[in-house]
């Protein structure tokens, strides 16, 4: 009994993560809203200068991460991005604009590469042909 609400908790926890890093259809609201956040977060950033000594830099890029991360799912771009951000003179670029405009069109270009899909399957397997079939056809 023990070992099956253990289980139950374990799957309800990777379908969180699975979701939690799903891929969003990406709609031109959601690329808008990443990029104005995106474009607001560096903004403020340039704006405040050397005031984003008081932990203000900081707290933007959290709420920068958490809301493109909403808008445009995780991607593996953001991370070095909101680690950068912690570096005090760094924070004066536009990293968070730039990234959110590189990870919208690699989103792009991997959804219009995806793979074709699979053929269905035959209902018999295929017929395999031995070596000596082969001789008898030939002659």
Same mark, same amino acid.
């Given at each position: 009994? %023990? @070992? %099956? !609400?253990? =289980?139950?908790?374990?799957? %309800?926890?990777?379908?969180?993560?699975?979701? #939690?890093?799903?891929? *969003?259809?990406? /709609? $031109?609201?959601?690329?808008?809203?990443?990029?104005?956040?995106?474009?607001? /977060? @560096?903004?403020?950033?340039?704006?405040? #200068? *050397?005031?984003?000594?008081?932990?203000? +830099?900081?707290?933007? +890029?959290?709420?920068?991460? !958490?809301?493109?991360?909403?808008?445009?799912?995780?991607?593996?771009?953001?991370?070095?991005?909101?680690?950068?951000?912690?570096? *005090?003179?760094? +924070?004066?670029?536009? /990293?968070? /604009?730039?990234?959110?405009?590189?990870?919208?069109?690699?989103?792009?270009?991997?959804?219009?590469?995806?793979?074709?899909?699979?053929?269905?399957?035959?209902?018999?397997?295929? %017929?395999?042909?031995? #070596?000596?079939? +082969? $001789? =008898?056809?030939?002659?």
């Amino acid at each position: 009994m %023990k @070992d %099956k !609400v253990e =289980d139950k908790v374990k799957r %309800k926890l990777v379908e969180g993560l699975a979701r #939690g890093f799903a891929v *969003p259809v990406l /709609t $031109r609201k959601r690329i808008w809203f990443a990029l104005v956040v995106a474009a607001l /977060t @560096d903004a403020t950033q340039i704006a405040l #200068g *050397p005031f984003g000594w008081l932990f203000v +830099d900081e707290a933007l +890029d959290v709420v920068a991460m !958490v809301l493109t991360c909403a808008a445009l799912g995780f991607h593996m771009l953001l991370l070095p991005t909101f680690l950068i951000e912690l570096i *005090p003179v760094a +924070d004066m670029l536009p /990293t968070w /604009t730039g990234c959110t405009a590189a990870v919208i069109m690699l989103r792009r270009n991997a959804r219009s590469q995806s793979p074709p899909p699979l053929p269905p399957l035959a209902a018999s397997p295929p %017929k395999q042909i031995t #070596g000596t079939q +082969d $001789r =008898d056809a030939s002659r």
